[in-house]
């Protein structure tokens, strides 16, 4: 799991990095979140555990995944400015049925969820920025899924390239053939012939 270095992220940098989106609401997020330095390859949720804590990405990225057959699926990928959880778990407790896991080294904000409903309540700019997120969340699910019934692997690669290029940049080959629902193999030929 993760180790909580001292004092490894100040709250100014948090704030006001220059590779890191000014974030609104971040001095009331402040009050009741961790900071928090996570090494690459952590993960953070397990499936099955029952979520607790939503991230806030500062700087790296997180991604979702599930195991099928031996094999691991990614379906969602986590940068900057995002946040984070096993949502459905975390707001219901129940059972995550997926994994959640940094790809590079990642600083967050980690809140726990009691804290952070009782913020939302209290902060109804907050909740109306929050409720934005999840609805961009589920329109890149529902996305996600049209995309695997209706595009050949090829448009899929290319879709992610027109509307997702950072996710190309940024998150290992593997990851993305997951993502796409086909092989590394695969995805290196799509590759080649673009």
């Given at each position: ?24 609401y ?25 979520a ?39 707001h ?30 209290r ?17 890149a ?21 027109a ?28 590759r080649?012939?673009?």
């Amino acid at each position: 799991m993760y180790k909580k270095p001292v004092n490894s992220i100040r709250h100014e940098e948090m704030a006001t990095a220059g590779d890191t989106p000014r974030l609104p609401y971040m001095d009331e997020l402040r009050q009741v979140a961790e900071a928090r330095t996570i090494p690459a390859k952590t993960i953070l949720l397990r499936e099955g555990r029952v979520a607790h804590t939503l991230y806030l990405i500062r700087k790296g990225c997180l991604r979702l995944f599930f195991y099928k057959d031996g094999r691991d699926i990614t379906f969602q990928f986590f940068f900057e400015g995002d946040f984070v959880a096993s949502f459905e778990s975390m707001h219901q407790q129940r059972p995550s049925l997926f994994y959640l896991e940094s790809i590079e080294p990642t600083e967050a904000y980690a809140i726990r969820k009691d804290d952070f409903y009782a913020l939302i309540e209290r902060t109804p700019g907050l909740r109306t920025a929050y409720e934005e997120k999840l609805i961009e969340r589920f329109h890149a699910y529902q996305q996600l899924f049209l995309s695997r019934i209706k595009n050949t692997p090829q448009q899929r690669y290319e879709e992610l390239l027109a509307t997702r290029p950072d996710i190309v940049r940024r998150v290992p080959q593997h990851y993305i053939a997951s993502y796409l629902g086909i092989t590394p193999v695969s995805l290196s030929r799509i590759r080649n012939r673009i």
